[in-house]
C-alpha cells in the first residue's frame, strides 16, 4: 500500500487549503481512512476519519466545524478540507489507513504516507 499526500503550504489564518491522499496497491474502496497531524515538538493526533463506504465520519474535537473529511473511490483519493484555520492547525499532516479491509477504528492504522506541511501564519 502507498500513500501519497499533498497539498500542504503557507495560508494566513482564516484561510483554507484541501489536502489530497492517493492510495495505490490495492483495492481503495474497501478500506476506511484518517488524517493526523504532528505540530513541531509534540506527538502525532487524530484529526479525521472517513468509514470505507464514505457515509460516516469522526472527527477531534478541535477540528469540528472547521475541517471536512471526504473521498472519491473513483480516484482512490481522500480529502481534507480545511477552513478557518487558526496557528495552532500548523503541523505536517499525514493520511493513514488500515491494513483490514472495513475497518472502524478511528486510532489505529497501519499504513502512513510520508506527510505534507501546512503552516498558518498569524
Known amino acids: 500500500v502507498q500513500l501519497q499526500a499533498f497539498g500542504g503550504g503557507l495560508v494566513q489564518a482564516g484561510g483554507s487549503l484541501r489536502l489530497s491522499c492517493v492510495a495505490s496497491g490495492r483495492p481503495f474502496s474497501s478500506y476506511s481512512m484518517g488524517w493526523f497531524r504532528q505540530a513541531p515538538g509534540k506527538g502525532r493526533e487524530f484529526v479525521a476519519f472517513v468509514r470505507w463506504d464514505g457515509i460516516f465520519t469522526y472527527y477531534a474535537d478541535s477540528v469540528k466545524g472547521r475541517f471536512t473529511i471526504s473521498r472519491d473511490n473513483a480516484k482512490n483519493t481522500v480529502y481534507l478540507r480545511m477552513d478557518s484555520l487558526k496557528p495552532e492547525d500548523t503541523a505536517v499532516y499525514y493520511c493513514?489507513?488500515?491494513?483490514?479491509?472495513?475497518?472502524?477504528?478511528?486510532?489505529?492504522?497501519?499504513?502512513w504516507g510520508q506527510g505534507t506541511l501546512v503552516t498558518v501564519s498569524s
Open positions: 493513514a489507513t488500515h491494513r483490514n479491509p472495513y475497518g472502524n477504528n478511528f486510532y489505529k492504522f497501519d499504513y
